[in-house]
């Protein structure tokens, strides 16, 4: 029913850019907000940034993923985090999770999630 879909991981060289896409079918669009969160290996999943239909967003308070930019574009239906200035430690799994409403920081207030896409930094 309620499917999303990350693409835009890959391998990339240290200093590089990355951007990642979440697109969302099986519920009304402009009614969710839009999370993006990250995942290292053995480590729990933490929240980046959330974004509402109207643009209004939170992002991670201390954090040095903060740097991350999220977007969103609802001509589209996608979500965006625009990544620059890659580091090793920025390597994961990067994730989108949708909610009705108002944007979260808690990954359990987002019932729907994608699989999540790969993000390798590596020279």
């Known amino acids: 029913q309620v499917q999303l879909v990350e693409s835009g991981g890959d391998l990339v060289q240290p200093g590089g850019s990355l951007s990642l896409s979440c697109t969302a079918s099986?519920?009304?669009?402009?009614?969710?907000?839009i999370g993006w969160f990250y995942q290292a290996p053995g480590k729990e999943r933490e929240a980046l940034s959330c974004?509402?239909?109207?643009?209004?967003?939170?992002t991670a308070v201390d954090s040095e993923k903060a740097r991350f930019i999220i977007s969103r574009d609802n001509a589209k239906k996608a979500v965006y985090l625009h990544m620059n200035n890659l580091k090793v430690e920025d390597t994961g799994a990067y994730f989108c999770a949708a909610r009705a409403g108002l944007c979260s920081m808690e990954t359990d207030r987002f019932p729907y999630w994608g699989q999540g896409t790969q993000v390798t930094v590596s020279s």
């Open positions: 099986g519920f009304t669009w402009d009614d969710y907000a």
């Open positions: 974004i509402t239909n109207t643009g209004m967003s939170l």
